[in-house]
């Protein structure tokens, strides 16, 4: 029986019949490219450093909601707003004057990728790529962590072209969800979105991907030196209905029409 994501798409994993597949380095990758066709809206929790099997008590992190694309709110533990974007209903009209094409790009959901026999993502198009972050650029690389395996696969007869050496690539289980795991090491093609903060530092460093959506919720480095680098999220929900009240600094009292509205018919 074949397991499915939030948008009708094949879910890697034991129950979607990949656990034996030929190239399960190659399913990492394919994973990794595959976020931005696999969920529009996602709710979760960070914290900026790793853990092994789960956050410890009083680690500091951040409660977050974040709709496609560009909106992203964050609140502390207690409920304090950390940040809000302002501007998601920004457009761009006949007065818009640009000198690059890259402005005029579609979002990743209007185009179509190359997809591989498991419905995961081989080759990405050109699209408007990009999530937006807070703190540093671990938190949106994580988000779409392309950087792991590049926008395509990379020719067989060079070796060490591809971004990173997987070894020991396997399923398991992250907060509850199932995710891939693997033991990286970059090699010199490795091009990380953020330079001063990769997922992946040199050395070996522990990843997991999440099977559902591809986002990287788990980052380690193994070397003795840099062992407390690393990420760790929670996801609580994807695919959440999000008004774009969550999102504006100030309210717009818009009516949350998922909630029944009582009416007072006077007799």
């Not at 761009?92 to 209007?110: E, G, M």
């Not at 790529?129 to 690389?141: D, I, K, L, M, T």
């Not at 009292?253 to 007072?264: A, G, K, Q």
Request: proline share 10%; net charge negative; with cysteine.
């Amino acid at each position: 029986m074949s397991t499915w994501d939030s948008r009708r798409r094949p879910v890697p994993g034991p129950a979607a019949g990949v656990a034996a597949s030929a190239d399960p380095a190659a399913t990492f990758r394919n994973l990794c490219r595959s976020s931005p066709w696999k969920w529009q809206s996602l709710r979760f929790e960070y914290w900026d450093q790793p853990f092994d099997s789960g956050p410890t008590v009083g680690a500091p992190f951040v409660r977050a909601w974040l709709r496609r694309p560009g909106a992203l709110r964050l609140e502390s533990p207690e409920g304090l707003v950390l940040h809000s974007t302002t501007g998601i209903n920004d457009s761009r009209d006949v007065f818009y004057v640009s000198a690059t094409r890259k402005s005029w790009l579609l979002p990743p959901s209007l185009v179509t990728p190359v997809y591989d026999g498991e419905g995961l993502v081989r080759r990405r198009p050109e699209a408007a790529y990009g999530e937006p972050g807070f703190g540093n650029g671990r938190f949106s690389a994580a988000l779409d962590p392309v950087e792991l395996a590049g926008n395509a696969p990379v020719p067989i007869e060079f070796p060490g072209s591809n971004a990173l050496d997987l070894r020991e690539v396997r399923y398991t289980e992250h907060e509850g969800r199932p995710v891939l795991e693997a033991v990286a090491v970059p090699n010199v093609a490795y091009r990380p979105t953020d330079p001063a903060t990769p997922l992946c530092l040199p050395g070996r460093s522990r990843l997991r991907l999440d099977a559902a959506t591809g986002v990287c919720v788990s980052s380690q480095s193994l070397e003795q030196a840099t062992e407390e680098y690393g990420h760790w999220i929670r996801i609580i929900a994807v695919d959440e209905y999000m008004l774009d009240d969550l999102f504006l600094a100030e309210s717009m009292n818009l009516t949350d029409v998922r909630r029944h509205i009582s009416w007072d018919i006077p007799a």
